[in-house]
Antibody
Framework: QVQLQESGPGLVKTSETLSLTCSVS????????WNWIRQPPGKGLEWIGYIYYSGTTNYNPSLKSRVTISVDTSKNQFSLKLSSVTAADTAVYYC???????????????WGQGTLVTVSS | DIQMTQSPSSLSASVGDRVTITCRAS??????LNWYQRKPGKAPNLLIYTASRLQSGVPSRFSGSGSGTDFTLTISSLQPGDFATYYC?????????FGQGTKVEIK
């Protein structure tokens, strides 16, 4: 049974870079799309982007200029970097696997438990 | 971006009630609509994918229907563990987007 776990600093200073890692256990990363999603306090869920195990990425245009997602299949991990953060980037950040394929996506399953990142000066 | 609009934003219901939540897309998403349940402090849990397919392990009292722009999640007989927030999501085109959520509370 595949499990995902986010890790990284819970507090990031304004204008700096937020960095999170998602560790995947229980299955290979091969042939799947790996996603980052966030939810600011009191707001809705926002898809940040995905990375295919081979390295192909797709980012939400609203964040594209600041986002980098990378993968290290040898460590069974993928990572998120979000630059020039502001208070608006304070959120619970989740990683998740896309079930199915891009041509026939079947939702995100499973998800990590989520990690709260607070941006403050 | 495709906008997803859920209604209602919240509802109160009793154990045993039939509950229906709707989700409308701003354009056709064919059948690429997923439903999630989220309980406080926990990650979302996939209930339904491609509009009507029940995720493995999810109780059969959950069902989904719809196509095009209008979709429905139905809980046939609400159980105590079903009090949660429900989200729809389209995976028809990126950026994949979510509805704002429907909170199901105890009456």
């Amino acid at each position: 049974q595949v499990q995902l776990q986010e890790s990284g600093p819970g507090l990031v200073k304004t204008s700096e870079t937020l960095s999170l890692t998602c560790s995947v256990s229980g299955d290979s990363m091969n042939n799947y799309y790996w996603n980052w999603i966030r939810q600011p306090p009191g707001k809705g869920l926002e898809w940040i982007g995905y990375i295919y195990y081979s390295g192909t990425t797709n980012y939400n245009p609203s964040l594209k200029s600041r986002v980098t997602i990378s993968v290290d299949t040898s460590k069974n991990q993928f990572s998120l970097k979000l630059s020039s953060v502001t208070a608006a980037d304070t959120a619970v950040y989740y990683c998740a696997r896309l079930a199915g394929t891009l041509g026939h996506p079947e939702g995100f399953d499973p998800w990590g438990q989520g990690t709260l990142v607070t941006v403050s000066s | 971006d495709i906008q997803m609009t859920q209604s209602p934003s919240s509802l109160s219901a009793s154990v045993g009630d039939r509950v229906t939540i709707t989700c409308r897309a701003s354009q056709s998403i064919v059948k690429f609509l997923n439903w999630y349940q989220r309980k406080p402090g926990k990650a979302p849990n996939l209930l339904i994918y491609t509009a009507s397919r029940l995720q493995s392990g999810v109780p059969s009292r959950f069902s989904g229907s719809g196509s095009g722009t209008d979709f429905t999640l139905t809980i046939s007989s609400l159980q105590p563990g079903d009090f949660a927030t429900y989200y729809c999501q389209q995976t028809y085109s990126t950026p994949w987007t979510f509805g704002q959520g429907t909170k199901v509370e105890i009456k």
